[in-house]
C-alpha cells in the first residue's frame, strides 16, 4: 500500500533562518505531488505541484521554492523565512492520469 | 478563478442526527468535486469524489451530491456519531489544461457531534 511521509512534523524558526520541508512517497511510482499551506484565516492553498522529477509549477508568488530531486522525493524550501511563512504544510500526492489526492500527516511551522 | 464556499462554518448538532453541509462554486466547469475530513493538527483524508459526470456517491453513512449547473454540493452524513466531529472541506478540479489535479478548497465546515 501507499505511504506518505512529511517531516518535521512541527518546527519553531526564527525570521530570516533558512526553511527546507522533506516529503516522500512509498508504494507508488511517478506519483504527481503537491505542496500546500493551511493558515489561519486563510483556508488551504495550493504552493507547488509536479509532474514529474526537476518538474515544478508555482501557483503564488512568494517567498517558498520546491524541488523533486528523486521520484517520491518532493522538498519544499525558503532561504529567509518570513513571519507570513507560518502555517500548516501539507504534502499530497496522487497517481498519474487519476484524481484523488492522498495528504501526508502535515508540518507545522511557527516564525517568530 | 474558481471560488470554493462552505456554509455553515460551523456546526453544532446532537448525536443520531441527519445534517447536510454545503459547498459552492463559481466556475462549473469542474473535473470533480472531493470531500475531505480533517482532525484537528493532521492531515486530510478523502471521504468521496464525486466526477463531473456524476450525480452523486455514497460510502457508507455518508453521501454526496453534485449539481454542476447550479455550481452546488452536498455533503449528507446520517446518525451522525461524536467520531464524526472534524473539519470538513470540499475542493474542485477545475477542467482543462494546467488545471487537471489541482485542488481549490473552501474554508471548511467544523462539526461537532455531542452525546
Known amino acids: 500500500s501507499q505511504t506518505i511521509h512529511q517531516w518535521p512534523a512541527t518546527l519553531v524558526q526564527p525570521v530570516g533562518s533558512p526553511l527546507s520541508l522533506e516529503c516522500t512517497v512509498e508504494g507508488t511510482s511517478n506519483p504527481n505531488l503537491y505542496w500546500y499551506r493551511q493558515a489561519a484565516g486563510r483556508g488551504l492553498q495550493l504552493l507547488f505541484y509536479?509532474?514529474?522529477?526537476?518538474?515544478i509549477s508555482s501557483e503564488v508568488p512568494q517567498n517558498l521554492s520546491a524541488s523533486r530531486p528523486q521520484d517520491r522525493q518532493f522538498i519544499l524550501s525558503s532561504k529567509k523565512l518570513l513571519l507570513s511563512d507560518s502555517g500548516f504544510y501539507l504534502c499530497a500526492w496522487s497517481a498519474l492520469y487519476t484524481d484523488t489526492q492522498y495528504f501526508g500527516p502535515g508540518t507545522r511551522l511557527t516564525v517568530l | 478563478k474558481q471560488e470554493v464556499t462552505q456554509i455553515p462554518a460551523a456546526l453544532s448538532v446532537p448525536e443520531g442526527e441527519n445534517l447536510v453541509l454545503n459547498c459552492s462554486f463559481t466556475?462549473?466547469?469542474?473535473?470533480?468535486l472531493q470531500w475531505f475530513r480533517q482532525d484537528p493538527g493532521k492531515g486530510l483524508t478523502s471521504l468521496l469524489l464525486?466526477?463531473?459526470?456524476?450525480r452523486e456517491q455514497t460510502s457508507g453513512r455518508l453521501n454526496a451530491s453534485l449539481d454542476k449547473s447550479s455550481g452546488r454540493s452536498t455533503l449528507y452524513i446520517a446518525a451522525s456519531q461524536p467520531g464524526d466531529s472534524a473539519t470538513y472541506l470540499c475542493a474542485s478540479t477545475n477542467a482543462g489544461g494546467t488545471s487537471y489535479g489541482k485542488l481549490t478548497f473552501g474554508q471548511g465546515t467544523i462539526l461537532t457531534v455531542h452525546p
Open positions: 466556475d462549473s466547469a469542474i473535473y470533480n
Open positions: 509536479s509532474v514529474g522529477i526537476g518538474q
Open positions: 464525486i466526477q463531473s459526470s456524476q
